[in-house]
């Protein structure tokens, strides 16, 4: 397997691209080594432009859910591309997008949408505040929710994976608002409450995606929702990793807390440039028009993205993947399990769905600071051989695999034979 055409292409890239990426994870900086450079993908595999293929565990960090270029998601922009690209004008695929939206999620009487799941969580953000009338945000430790000034702060995703605690540029005065808690521990919630009497609301991460996955713990949400309604405070549900792709209606659905306001991102786009907010109609009504809260976009609700969302959305609902995604899941986590203990190397997976990582710790991993525990030395040895066996990994120990429902039984033994070289090399590091 050789990477000379990437390598090539990311020497060009570094003229006039910033580290040749448009994202920092796609960096490959905490694994070492340069970037791939993707030439096309089918269903569940993709293929690089040195011509090497791979079972695609990223699938764009999430949005893929069906696999790449489904059919019918295919046919659904081709026949929108016809009619324009964007109009600045409302157009009738954001109301059917809309009404799927809607459907799945019981908390939202109405959605507004933007262009990323970063805009989806400022604005879901900022409508807390215009709701309360108040402006501390509770985030938790290890939760990343886009890159929008108050809250890159103890986040998880690209920050984690580069160890930046925070990031420059941003004022103190941008944070000022911004209250840190651990995750699965309401304690450290209720503590703020205890100090601050302006806390509009939590935003979290329904399932912990960006620290690597971490799953909420029996009953956390519902509790962490009750108390907030003793305060008068909202809870803010960051559902762009996992709406749509836990089940239909989210985490949410599964957890039984449904959220005062949720944010979505990446599968309700199915891979074009969609994200979305949404509540009860009393909160949405403080948005503009309707309200004094104002955010607007020219390109949001653009009807070819809307397309892209319209018909992986229904696709989806078809295929109802579920369980099938809880079955493979559950075989690739027996998969690690086993491999570490063939070859005596700790490990421990978390998984929920069709999201799930390892992380190379004997500790069980419920919060940010455990996950920390893992070795990423090990984890830059697991990525490289996972890659050379032909399995396309995020370049982090702290991004959670997803799955496609294009996976197949030949996928899943490709999988098993990767992570069985991969555990062995890492034995032999040891
Ligand atoms: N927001 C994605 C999940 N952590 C990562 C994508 C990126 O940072 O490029």
Not at 65 to 94: D, M
Not at 374 to 396: C, H, Q, R, Y
Request: net charge positive; charged share 20%.
């Amino acid at each position: 397997m050789g990477f000379k055409k990437s390598q090539k292409l990311y020497e060009k890239g570094l003229v006039n691209l910033v580290g040749a990426v448009n994202s920092p994870v796609r960096a490959f900086t905490s694994v070492g080594g340069n970037p791939l450079f993707i030439k096309r993908g089918r269903g569940s595999q993709i293929i690089d432009v040195d011509g090497n293929k791979y079972v695609d565990l990223v699938l764009s960090y999430g949005p893929m859910i069906l696999g790449h270029r489904h059919k019918k998601v295919q046919k659904a922009v081709h026949k929108a591309l016809k009619n324009g690209y964007s109009f600045g004008a409302s157009t009738e695929n954001e109301i059917t997008l809309a009404k799927i939206v809607c459907d799945a999620f019981p908390g939202m009487d109405k959605v507004r949408f933007v262009n990323s799941g970063t805009e989806a969580v400022l604005s879901g953000v900022r409508l807390a505040r215009a709701y309360t009338g108040k402006d501390k945000i509770i985030k938790f430790s290890g939760c990343y929710h886009g890159h929008q000034d108050s809250l890159l702060v103890a986040a998880g995703s690209g920050l984690a994976t580069l160890s930046i605690p925070g990031s420059k540029g941003v004022p103190k005065e941008a944070v000022k608002n911004t209250l840190i808690a651990t995750y699965n521990d309401l304690d450290s919630v209720k503590k703020h409450f205890e100090e601050h009497s302006d806390i509009a609301g939590v935003i979290i991460e329904p399932v912990g995606g960006n620290m690597g996955v971490v799953i909420p713990q029996n009953g956390f949400l519902k509790e962490l929702k009750d108390f907030l309604h003793t305060k008068g405070a909202l809870l803010i549900a960051d559902e762009v990793m996992t709406g749509f792709r836990s089940k239909f209606g989210g985490a949410q659905e599964l957890l039984g807390a449904e959220a005062d306001i949720t944010c979505l991102g990446k599968v309700i786009g199915g891979g074009f440039p969609v994200g979305a907010y949404g509540a009860r109609n009393e909160i949405m009504e403080c948005v503009a028009p309707l309200g004094g809260m104002y955010q607007a976009g020219t390109l949001s609700g653009n009807p070819i993205a809307m397309a892209g969302g319209i018909s992986t959305l229904k696709e989806l609902k078809r295929q109802n993947p579920y369980e099938k995604f809880s079955h493979i899941g559950e075989r690739i986590e027996t998969i690690l399990l086993h491999a570490g203990k063939k070859y005596n190397v700790d490990v421990t997976v978390n998984r929920f769905g069709s999201m799930m990582n390892p992380f190379f710790t004997k500790v069980a991993v419920t919060n940010f600071a455990q996950a920390q525990t893992s070795d990423t030395s090990k984890f830059a040895i697991f990525f490289w051989e996972m890659i050379k066996n032909g399995v396309f990994l995020p370049p982090s120990q702290f991004e959670a695999w997803f799955l496609s429902s294009a996976i197949s039984e030949e996928d899943i033994s490709k999988i098993e034979n990767a992570v069985d070289k991969s555990f062995q090399k890492i034995q032999e590091s040891q």
